[in-house]
């Protein structure tokens, strides 16, 4: 059983770098675009922006202090690329933060690879309905199954706060959803 | 999350596919096929990393090239093992060349000039060797018949 501080090892010698790399790549791949994807919306948008979180990755490892985990330290990465990603776009589209956020299910229904049918839409509605901090720290413990810890260290807020918001948005969403069976079955 | 663990395939599999499962059912969020195995290959090739697991084509392998090769040349080898001289109908080219040059008349004045060569000098001979070789001849028969001649008498 290889520790993380064995895998890093082996990210940050020369010798073993580039196939570490490939193996980080397997493992934490599918995970960071599920990331990226709820908060840049689109398929081809998150595409970019997982080839840029991994590339940053890539040149950052050297650098990495292991101050938070390994873990930790690529979704921060991931998150910040995909700010950076939503504040040159709307640079690009002059709008503004609200605009944006009204776009939400523009954006999302106009992808060519988003297969939402009712259900989905009326959750994503909900959703886009929250306010953004509130729906990153829903998304992010009910999807992406991160720990409250690893959301306090990607986010930087604190863990009371984050708990409270997420209980609230749980609460508010399931009175939402009450008459659809697929969220209320699943989950919380 | 898991800890990193490499052979922890089945947590990591498991968890991957509750991700998508839920990320498509409840949120309706598509991807291209095979997506994931692309995205690799490209992220792996901006980084300047080769990518051992993609399936590249045959004819782009150097080895397969190499070996293709080395197979070519086994199956020359193993063709023309059986007849390292060549052969026309059965009868070694240089027998067949032979014959096919003396039929044009190519090599007459060659081969009837060797011909003649080898003839004429077997017909000289030295004195010295003819006379020993009479004289030889001459006491051998005279002795023999000297001898016969008693025992018949």
């Known amino acids: 059983m290889k520790s993380e501080a064995d895998f890093i090892k082996r990210l940050t010698n020369p010798r073993y770098r580039d196939k570490a790399f490939a193996e980080l790549l397997d493992l934490y791949q599918q995970r960071l675009y599920w990331h990226i994807r709820k908060l840049v919306h689109t398929h081809e948008n998150a595409d970019d922006v997982l080839q840029n979180t991994f590339l940053r990755i890539y040149k950052s490892l050297p650098n990495f202090k292991q101050q938070s985990s390994l873990s930790t330290w690529m979704y921060r990465i991931a998150h910040n690329e995909s700010l950076r990603f939503l504040e040159n776009e709307k640079k690009k589209q002059h709008a503004s933060l609200d605009d944006e956020a009204n776009n939400y299910l523009n954006i999302l229904t106009e992808d060519i690879y988003f297969e939402g049918k009712e259900v989905q839409l009326k959750l994503q509605r909900v959703l886009s309905e929250l306010p953004e901090k509130q729906r990153k720290i829903f998304q992010m413990k009910y999807y992406d199954d991160l720990k409250f810890r690893e959301i306090v260290d990607i986010l930087g807020a604190k863990e009371g706060t984050l708990k409270s918001s997420y209980y609230n948005t749980v609460k508010h969403i399931e009175e939402k959803m009450l008459d659809v069976e697929l969220f209320t079955k699943n989950k919380v | ?153």
Not at chain 2, 1 to 27: F, V, Y
Not at chain 2, 48 to 57: A, E, Q
Not at chain 2, 100 to 105: R, V
Not at chain 2, 113 to 124: A, H, K, P
């Open chain 2, 1 to 153: 999350m898991e800890p990193l663990n490499k052979h922890n395939t089945t947590g990591q599999k498991a968890l991957e596919e509750k991700l998508q499962k839920t990320h498509i059912e409840d949120l309706g969020l598509g991807m291209p096929e095979d997506y994931f195995s692309k995205s690799k290959s490209e992220i792996l090739t901006k980084v300047g990393i080769k990518d051992k697991s993609r399936v590249l084509p045959l004819y782009r392998n150097k080895i397969f090239w190499a070996a293709a090769a080395a197979i070519a040349v086994l199956i020359v080898l193993t063709v023309f093992k059986t007849s390292t001289v060549p052969q026309i109908d059965g009868i070694p080219a240089i027998v067949s060349d032979t014959i096919e040059q003396l039929n044009n008349g190519l090599a007459d004045d060659d081969y009837n000039q060797g011909e003649s060569d080898i003839l004429i000098s077997s017909l000289f001979v030295e004195d010295a060797e003819l006379d020993e070789f009479v004289d030889n001849f001459m006491l051998e028969e005279v002795l023999f018949d000297e001898t016969e001649f008693k025992y018949k008498k």
